[in-house]
C-alpha cells in the first residue's frame, strides 16, 4: 500500500500566478509529510447554483496553466471535464480526469473520459448508492482503462445537505480501486446560501481523518489563502496556512490505519 | 386555468409503428376525456444503471420517427436531451425538449436549450430542492425564453430510493412556471434491480393523483403495451390498456382541483 | 366506505371554555359537509423540544374537560398517552387513545392501550417505514383489540425536516386497517426554531388534499382561533376560521376519491 | 482527556453465567490495551421490531446479574431503563443509565433519569439532529445532574437504513459533555428483515474507528460469543473472539487522536 495522495489546490483556477503559488506550497508540504501531491484546480465551473456565479478560466488558457504548473512544479495535474470533447482535450494535459458527481451516471463522457488512457477519478454521484459506483466504473473499465478512482463526495440528506456515509468507503474499495474522499464537497451545503452553495469549513478535517483512518488512498480538498474571497467553495476551502498541519496530522492517521487495514 | 396536458409515451422510441400506435392510441384516450396531450419518448437513454442497458435509435432515426407522430397523429412531441448539440438538432422537430434530472444544474445545457425557443421541461434534480428550481429555470429564461415548465421526479431518499413531496409542487408553482409530475420516474427505485433500476408501477397512479388534486398544469407518465418486456423503465410504466381509465379519473380530479385552487 | 372523518382541535388543552369552543365549531363544520368528526386535544406535552414548552394542564383536568365536550356537544374524543398508567385512566373517557410517533415501537404502551377496548390511532414513527406498521399493528391486535387506525405524520429527511411519502398511505391501507393523515404534524420543523419546532401551515392544507385523493379515512388537523399565539405548535395549526373552507373542499375531494377507489 | 472507555456486552442479559464470562473477557482485554471498561446488558428489549422478539430476563432478575458483575468483575455497568419507575430501581444498580434513542426526547424519563444521580447515556433518537441533544441534555441538567454523556446511533436516511454522519460528533462535544459512538445500533437496518432488524456487523469496526479517530470519549459496542444464535441483534453484534483486535487497535487510533486534538 502507498502512502496517502492529497489532490489539492484551489476551487477554480485564477491565474497562472495564483495556481503556481498553490501549486508550490502544497508540493512542499505534501513532500515534507511523505504524502503524494497532485494539483487539483477547474477551468470551468459548469453547473453554478445560478447564472451569475463566475465560470472560470475556460478550458484554453486553463489548460495552459495546467502544463506549466506540471511542468515547472513537477507533479501530476488533476482537473474536471464536463462534456466528451473536454475529455479529449484536458486529456491531452492532465494527468487525471475527473468526472464531475452530476455527470457519473452518463455513459458517454464516462466511455470518452477512458478512452483518452488517463487516469479518471470518478466522483460518485449524490443520488447514488457505493454500491452503484461497480456498475459505473464498469463503464471506463469497458474502454480498456483501469487506471480508475472512485470518490465520495457526500449523499443527499434532505434538501440542501448532504452526509458522508463512512460504510461507502470500504464499499467502495471493495471494486478493488482507489477510494478517494472528497472532505471539501461533502461538507458542502447545495444551494444553502440561495443563490450559491454553503458549507462547514469547520468539518472538511473531521472527514478527511474519518475517512484516511479507514485506510484510503487519497483525499481531496480544496484550498485558498483566503477563502472567503474566492470566486467559488469559499465557504469550505480549508485556508492554505492551515494545510501543513492538516496534512501532517493525517499523515500520522495514514500510516497508523495501512499498519492496521480494517477487512470489510 | 387549462385543462390537464399528459406527457405520456414508451419510455424509449422502438420503432416508427410501435410509437405510431401509442401515440394514436394516447391521443384518442385524452381527446375523450378533455385532457391535453404530448408525446413523450426518448431516442437515447444516456445515463443507464449499466452499460448494457439498451440504448436506444439515435438521435437521427428518432427525431425521425418524432416528426412523422407529430405530422400524421397532429399532437405535439417532447424529448429528452443531453448535450448543448443535441438541443439544437432536437429543437428543430421537438416542441418540448427536455432537460434530464442528473443535468439539470448543468448551465451550458439549459442555455443551449433555451435558445431553440422551444418549451423546456425541466427536471428537478434528484439532489435538489423545490426551491432551487428557481435558480434552474433564471439560467434558461436569461436567453429571453420563458416558455419553461417545472418537473417532480422525486428526490433522493435514502439509497437506491425517491420521495416526492408534494409540498414541492405549489413551491415550484410559485415561480409562475407550470408544474408537472412526473408520475412513472417518482416511483422509480434507482439501481435498485442491481444492473439496472427497478419500480413500483403500482403507486405511480397514486402519485399522479396526489399530484394532480394540487391544481398542477401537466403529468409525465411513461405507458407501454407491454411494459415487463419494454426496453428500459419496464417496473414503472403503466400497461396502455389502463391508461383511459386512469387519464379519466385523474380528469376528474383535475377539474375539481382547478375550481378549487389552493393559495399557498 | 364511509365519509371522511375529521380529528380535530387545538394540540393542547388550556381552558373548558376553549375546547368548548373549538368543538362546538368544528362539530357544526363537519356536520354542514357530512364529514365525521372526532375532539383532539392534549391534557400534556410530554416531549417538547426544550424543558420550557408548556406541558399542559395535566391529565386529572384534561379528562374533566374533554368528558365535557364528549357529554355537551355530543362528538367523541382522541387524545394521547405517554405511559401504560395513562391508556388506563385516558381509556375511562377518551373513545380512541393515541399512541405518539416517539413511542410507536414501545411494546408496552401498544399493549396497555390495546387492552382498554378503545379505538386506537398509532402514530407512524418518523424514523418507521409504511410497511413497519403492520407489525406495531399486531402488537395492539395482539390484545383481542382491532379498533386501529394507521396514522401518516411524516418521515425523517435530513435534519429538521419530515416529509409525507403518499405511497405510505396505500401501503399501511394494506393492513386493512383505516389510514389517517395528520395534515399538522408532517409539515413541522422538529426542532426547527431552536427552542422549539417550526412548521409550514400553509402546506397543512396541500397535504390534506393529497392524501384525501387517494381515498383515506381520516385527516387529523390541528386549529386554533389564533395559533401564532397558541401555547404549542403554532407554527403548523390552520386558523379555526380557515377550517369550513378546508372542510368543504377535502370533503368534495373525500366523495371523488371515495367514487373512484385506488387499487394499489 | 481520559483514554478511551469500552460499553460493552451483550444486546440482553441471558444468564447469570453468560454475562459474568462475557464480562470477565471484556473487563481483561480492556485492561491489557488501557482502555476503561463498563458492562453493558439490557434486562429487558422494550421495542422489539415485533411481538415475539424476545423482551428478556426482567428487571429484577436483571439487575441481580449487574449487581454481581460489577461486585465480582469489579467493573461499572450500563444499562437502559424505558420508564420512570424502571430509572429509579435501576439506578439503585447501575452506574449509568442509558435513554434509548426512541425515548430521547421523553421528559418525563429524562428527569427521573438525572433525578437518580447516576451518570446518564443519552442515545442521540434516530430523528434528531446532533444540534438538538443540546436541549435534551438540558431537560437532564435541570436536576442538577451534570454527569451527561451524548450518544451517536444513526440518523435515520430512507427506509430501514440509518447513517452515522461524523459531524454529529464534535457537534455534540460542543456542548461539553463527553460523547459515545455506538458503533453497533449505527449499522443496524431497523426492520430490516421483516419481523426483526438486520444489520451490517462487517461495519461496526469501520464506524467505530472513524469516529475514535476524531477523540471520542466511549465506544459502545455489542459483543457476543456466538451472535448469530443470540436472542436479539445478532446481524450487529461483533464475536467476541475479535474483541482483542478490535480493542487494541482502536486504542492506537485512541491515542493518536488525543494527540491531535480536532478543533471543531
Known amino acids: 500500500t502507498q502512502p496517502l495522495v492529497f489532490l489539492a489546490g484551489p476551487c477554480q483556477l485564477e491565474t497562472r500566478d495564483h495556481a503556481m503559488m498553490i501549486a508550490e506550497r502544497m508540493a512542499a508540504i505534501c513532500a515534507t509529510h511523505g504524502a503524494g501531491y497532485v494539483f487539483k484546480a477547474s477551468y470551468d465551473k459548469a453547473n453554478r447554483t445560478s447564472l451569475n456565479g463566475t465560470r472560470g478560466l475556460g478550458i484554453e488558457e486553463g489548460l495552459r496553466i495546467l502544463e506549466d504548473v506540471r511542468r515547472e512544479i513537477g507533479c501530476p495535474v488533476v482537473t474536471d471535464v464536463h462534456t466528451e470533447q473536454q475529455c479529449r482535450v484536458a486529456g491531452e494535459v492532465a494527468d487525471i480526469l475527473q468526472i464531475p458527481a452530476f455527470l457519473s451516471r452518463q ?24 454500491w452503484d459506483m461497480e456498475r459505473v466504473a464498469e463503464k471506463v473499465a469497458s474502454t480498456g482503462n483501469d487506471k480508475i478512482m472512485l470518490c465520495e463526495r457526500g449523499t443527499s440528506f434532505g434538501y ?27 461538507v458542502q451545503q447545495p444551494g444553502g446560501q440561495g443563490g450559491s452553495s454553503g458549507g462547514q469549513r469547520e468539518f472538511a478535517p473531521v472527514m478527511a481523518r474519518a475517512a484516511v483512518s ?24 480549508i485556508p492554505l496556512d492551515q494545510m501543513d498541519g492538516l496534512v501532517g496530522s493525517l499523515m500520522q492517521f495514514d500510516r497508523l490505519a495501512k499498519e492496521n487495514p480494517l477487512h470489510v
Do not use: C
Request: charged share 15%.
Open 214 to 237: 479507514l485506510g484510503i488512498a487519497s483525499v481531496f480538498i480544496e484550498t485558498h489563502e483566503a477563502p472567503d474571497t474566492a470566486p467559488s467553495d469559499g465557504p469550505n476551502m
Open 160 to 186: 440542501n445537505t448532504l452526509v458522508a456515509d463512512m460504510r461507502g468507503l470500504p464499499t467502495m474499495a471493495r471494486t478493488g480501486y482507489p477510494v478517494v474522499m472528497d472532505a471539501t464537497h461533502s
Open 107 to 130: 455513459t458517454d463522457i464516462l466511455l470518452a473520459a477512458g478512452q483518452t488512457g488517463r487516469a479518471i477519478n470518478i466522483k460518485k454521484g449524490q443520488f447514488l448508492a457505493p
